[in-house]
């Protein structure tokens, strides 16, 4: 995708290089925490071939940041883990500004009151 000249000139090296497919992946996946993805549902959202994305979810699984579960993939819950994954702070920024921040008492507000039942089964 080209860009403007003034863009080009206004813009730091690191706005416009464009997020690798993992971090592309890890920052969907982020912003869906809630939600485990089929491998062609995550290519669809974010624009990039399936292959590209079914190769760059296998790596992520080798460095324990997404979890695999039948043909569903989902971030991994270890936030120490994520954190620590370089690409993970310009996923998240990006997907922030995209979509604005999340903002916890909000959701809390709209959570619910009890706790599902899949949760009780865990505790």
Request: hydrophobic share 35%; no cysteine; charged share 35%.
């Amino acid at each position: 995708m080209s860009i403007d000249r003034d863009t080009f000139e206004n813009t730091s090296e690191d706005e416009l290089e464009e997020l690798s497919v993992p971090d592309q992946i890890l920052g969907f996946l982020a912003a869906n925490v809630d939600r485990a993805f089929k491998a062609r549902e995550i290519a669809s959202q974010i624009g990039v071939d399936e292959g590209a994305v079914s190769t760059a979810l296998s790596r992520l699984k080798d460095r324990d940041l997404v979890e695999h579960k039948a043909t569903y993939w989902a971030v991994t819950d270890d936030t120490d883990r994520l954190e620590g994954y370089s690409g993970y702070e310009r996923a998240t920024a990006l997907f922030n500004e995209r979509f604005g921040e999340e903002n916890k008492e909000v959701w809390r507000e709209h959570a619910p009151e009890e706790s599902h039942p899949s949760v009780e089964e865990e505790q």
